[in-house]
């Protein structure tokens, strides 16, 4: 990657971890971190290990799919490389508005001098889908979960029929992408739509040739290597329900008596509701929301959801600054 698209992506999650970090109470941040003494730093060392996890999956993914190996002879380099560009493409992520935009475009332009852009554009893509379908595997199996260890009502029952049934359309409709591929068919639906048509079509004729190429890998992962397709989603869904370890560490501090299967519920819930609000950066204020309305749900205070909340919501900062930084740190740039 070019230094000054680097330098781009660098100043740009920069400004917003700034504008972030400037909307916490410092008094309540330190008191937070006072309470949770060793706890808090278990809950970032955690996420150094989870991001092994997202790495393996892309890094599995990649092999599978790209004519050109990424590295020979120097495959520990190579993936801990991956790694890198991994945290750092989760970090922008988290600071930018709409999520994906700053990461997925920082990491295909990352990888593109080594896979050429049609197969960086198309590893990046599945690896996305597939961090994407893992959340609707874990939203359908949390929902499992909810009714065989939760006492139900009418309004829970609905609300549980709800997401599964929307969990399980986006199960399917993912499966019949990972199928056929989905650029071509996206880019052709983008021609009818008023404002975007004539940009769309004029893009689709320019380079219908590379998004065929890109829906023939999406496909091959799941036609010609289901193992490494499963895996690879695997590797994803393992990594949410391991996450739910960062709550239970943080509840450990004020309830002793909290347990795993309560933070896997929180987790989804909380994911859930903050996805649905991924054109905020950190999507601030619908995750605090969620833990508050996911901890009253299961019968705890709502101190305890603000301070699930305001560790979470630290941690995610501490790790963003360490991603942007990371950039700049990138050597192959």
């Known amino acids: 990657m070019k230094k000054k698209y680097q330098n781009i992506f660098f100043f740009l999650g920069l400004t917003m971890l700034v504008v972030m970090a400037t909307q916490m109470d410092y008094a309540e941040v330190c008191a937070g971190v006072s309470r949770a003494g060793y706890w808090f730093l278990a809950v970032i060392a955690l996420w150094f290990f989870l991001y092994f996890f997202n790495t393996t999956a892309w890094w599995l993914i990649i092999r599978s799919t790209s004519p050109q190996p990424l590295a020979k002879g120097q495959t520990l380099r190579a993936y801990m490389w991956l790694y890198r560009i991994t945290v750092s493409g989760f970090a922008l992520n988290y600071a930018t508005p ?15 001098p080594k896979l050429g852009t049609a197969n960086a554009t198309s590893t990046v893509l599945l690896h996305t889908m597939t961090h ?30 709800a997401v599964s049934a929307f969990c399980i359309a986006a199960i399917l409709f993912f499966l ?3 199928k056929k591929g989905f650029t071509v068919s996206a880019m052709q639906l983008l021609t009818r739509f008023p404002l975007v048509k004539r940009w769309a079509r004029r893009f689709f004729e320019q380079h219908q040739e590379q998004l065929a190429s890109i829906d023939r890998q999406m496909a091959t992962l799941h036609n010609q290597a289901p193992r490494t397709f499963l895996m690879a989603v695997g590797l994803e869904l393992l990594c949410r329900i391991v996450s739910a370890l960062e709550i239970f560490f943080i509840l450990l501090v004020i309830m002793p008596s909290a347990n795993f299967v309560q933070c896997i519920l929180i987790l989804a819930f909380t994911s859930l509701v903050a996805n649905m609000l991924f054109f905020m950066p950190l999507q601030l204020g619908g995750r605090e929301g969620g833990f508050l309305m996911s901890v009253s749900g299961l019968g705890m205070t709502t101190s305890a959801g603000i301070f699930v909340a305001l560790l979470v919501r630290l941690r995610e900062l501490i790790w963003t600054a360490i991603g942007l930084l990371l950039i700049k740190l990138d050597r192959h740039a």
């Open 98 to 112: 709409g999520g994906l935009l700053g990461g997925e475009p920082y990491k295909i332009m990352a990888l593109s």
């Open 132 to 161: 994407i379908f893992s959340h609707f595997w874990f939203w359908l199996l949390s929902c499992v979960l909810y009714i065989a260890t939760q006492p139900m009502n009418v309004l829970m029952g609905m609300l549980i029929a």
């Open 176 to 178: 019949q992408g990972y």
